[in-house]
């Protein structure tokens, strides 16, 4: 870009302020501002209080396909999905309010510091479903609906809700009520009809 008004560099640098604050990496921040390298650096070191990871963004699907991760992404883009369907253009600002809705949704399984499903994560798999590499499939189960590998035959489907893998421990009560939980959250898409979400499609 040959120039850019003061207006736009405001606004992409409070966008970069808000990615970086979430968690973003800056090879997203450099693919969705303007910003240079170095000031984008800069600023990583200011809010977070050291260097940005070095090395290369998880470019690999199998992430998605594992466990929790799997049932984490699927909310993350129920409520994707959603913004979209009512309005909200794809985009940068719409992968913010859909991961700011995940993390509102999965506050009952924090038991870590980090959210499973990272910022930097949640922008891959919307560029993956974006270039069909990925998918939301419907379980053919609870009718949820999960992120799989694209071009998953219909009505093949069950999520590992339903068919857990034998290691996941079901006999654990906090498990169990996390799980019920998420089974809401991707079952109804109408769950995410709280009034954050209807002050977002506002
Ligand atoms: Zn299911």
Redesign the pocket.
Known sequence: MTSTSIIQKYEETQLAIKLISLGGRIQMLESETNLSRNKLIKLYKEIQGCPPPKGLLPFSTSWFMTWEPNIHASIFYNAYYYLVKNGLKSGIQTILKAYQLYLEQCQFSSHKDKPVLGLTRAWILVKFVEKKIMQQSC?N??R?RFITHAYHPQNTF??S??QPPSRADKNNKTQKENDEKCMKVLSKPSYLNSSVAKQITA
């Open positions: 379980c189960a609870c949820g069950t999520c809700l339903c």
